[in-house]
């Protein structure tokens, strides 16, 4: 069984800066990615809130200049998911696609994964017009209306975003109010391509002969009357659930399943931290991530100073 | 590090369909920061399944036509072929396992 000085497990912001950290203190430090490196930020085009970036910063550019910095460290990747952890006298046992690994300390910064809607045909339709990316996806529904699904800051950045490719953008959201922050409310509210279409929610998503989106089943929540709404591409964006799956009975986690941390990022058991969007209390900004990460990074050198070396 | 090579709208046939091995096929395009991230999960599978699988790349941006035709409505996707017909499809970023599980069911 290899052993190892620090587990990272997620490679979005926070275990990105916790990795920088680790492996810049010389320890040896392993973070595993189950998707792709970068988090959500990979999944958003340009970062104007991270401090020290005037002109705003590519998401993507910017996870892969962390992973580098990282990594120029010492920092190792392992593209794969950690299954279970389990403690052994002085060390955390890592089950992993590739068999088991021993760290003195480890880092859970797994992130959120997106919330779906719960809806028939939205799991089989997924590529085939249901997205939950629309950084990625819009470009290809040009000229086309399409639905966007929520009301918060994602759903109304990426309703905005679709606008440069869809010829008409619904943005469907359960209350009669949206939640996104007032600029972006602004914005939206104002384009003439986007119409918000309030206390609605989706009950289905169709699809045509040819195997692709072709409506939504609408449900008015006041009036409970229903309707369908002919689109080409459903972009979901009703918030994230913390993935913390692998600290459920090692940690008290609370009832949206984030573990609770003190402010240095322990969860109370020995050597083991949760830091970012796993956490109760998270801010869920890119620079509170980044942080996150720092303080449990710098908490877990301690650790293993003070109790381990 | 193998770096899979470009197909086109052009050369998909030759590239892809008339390909005695399986293939997968990374559609991805420029401003697709998802696509960035995946690739070098791709690059890890193409040493791994050096020989028994091909891989190439398709910018969807360029070659609207292949992607088109199947259907891709979301990047980044991978096609796997076996045989010139699509047997697998993997949609957004999954773990390497889950790639790789296609891609040896595309060989059995």
Known sequence: ?309 | MSHPADTTDDTFDQDVVKSDLPVMVDFWAPWCGPCRMVAPIVEELADEYEGRVKFVKLNTDENPRIAGQYGIRSIPTLLVFKGGQPVGQIVGFRPKSDLAKHLEAALV
Not at chain 1, 19 to 48: H, K
Not at chain 1, 218 to 239: C, E, K, M, T, Y
Not at chain 1, 257 to 285: C, I, K
Not at chain 1, 295 to 303: F, K, M
Request: charged fraction near 20%; include cysteine; glycine fraction near 12%.
């Open chain 1, 1 to 309: 069984m290899s052993e190892i000085d620090i587990a990272i497990i997620g490679g979005g912001p926070t275990g990105l800066a916790a990795g920088l950290y680790a492996a810049r203190a010389r320890r040896r430090t392993v973070l595993w990615e189950r998707g792709v490196l970068g988090g959500q930020i990979a999944l958003t085009s340009l970062v104007e809130n991270y401090p020290g970036f005037a002109d705003g910063v590519l998401g993507p550019d910017l996870a892969i200049d962390m992973q580098r910095q990282a990594e120029s460290f010492g920092m190792e990747t392992v593209y794969g998911g950690v299954d279970r952890l389990r403690r052994e006298p002085g060390y955390w046992v890592l089950a992993t696609s590739e068999g088991e690994v021993r760290a003195r300390a480890v880092i859970v910064a797994a992130g959120a994964d997106p919330v779906k809607l719960g809806v028939p045909g939205e799991e089989a339709l997924t590529g085939r017009g249901v997205s939950y990316c629309a950084t990625c996806d819009a470009a290809f529904f040009g000229g086309e209306v399409v639905a966007v699904v929520g009301g918060g800051d994602a759903a109304v950045e990426e309703a905005l975003f679709t606008t440069r490719y869809a010829r008409h953008v619904y943005l469907i959201h359960r209350r009669d109010r949206l939640r996104a922050s007032a600029v972006l409310q602004q914005r939206a509210l104002a384009h003439e391509r986007i119409e918000p279409l309030w206390d609605t929610v989706v009950e289905e998503v169709a699809a045509g002969p040819d195997g692709q989106v072709a409506s939504l089943a609408l449900r008015h929540v006041a009036s409970g009357s229903r309707r369908d709404l002919p689109v080409a591409g459903v972009f979901i964006f009703i918030g994230h659930r913390p993935s913390t799956e692998l600290l459920r009975g090692l940690v008290p986690l609370d009832g949206g399943g984030h573990a609770y941390v003190n402010l240095w990022m322990e969860t109370g058991q020995p050597g083991l931290f949760a830091a970012g969007e796993v956490r109760v209390d998270s801010a869920r900004q890119l620079a509170t991530a980044a942080g996150d990460g720092v303080t449990a990074a710098v908490r877990a050198e301690h650790y293993l100073q003070q109790y381990v070396d």
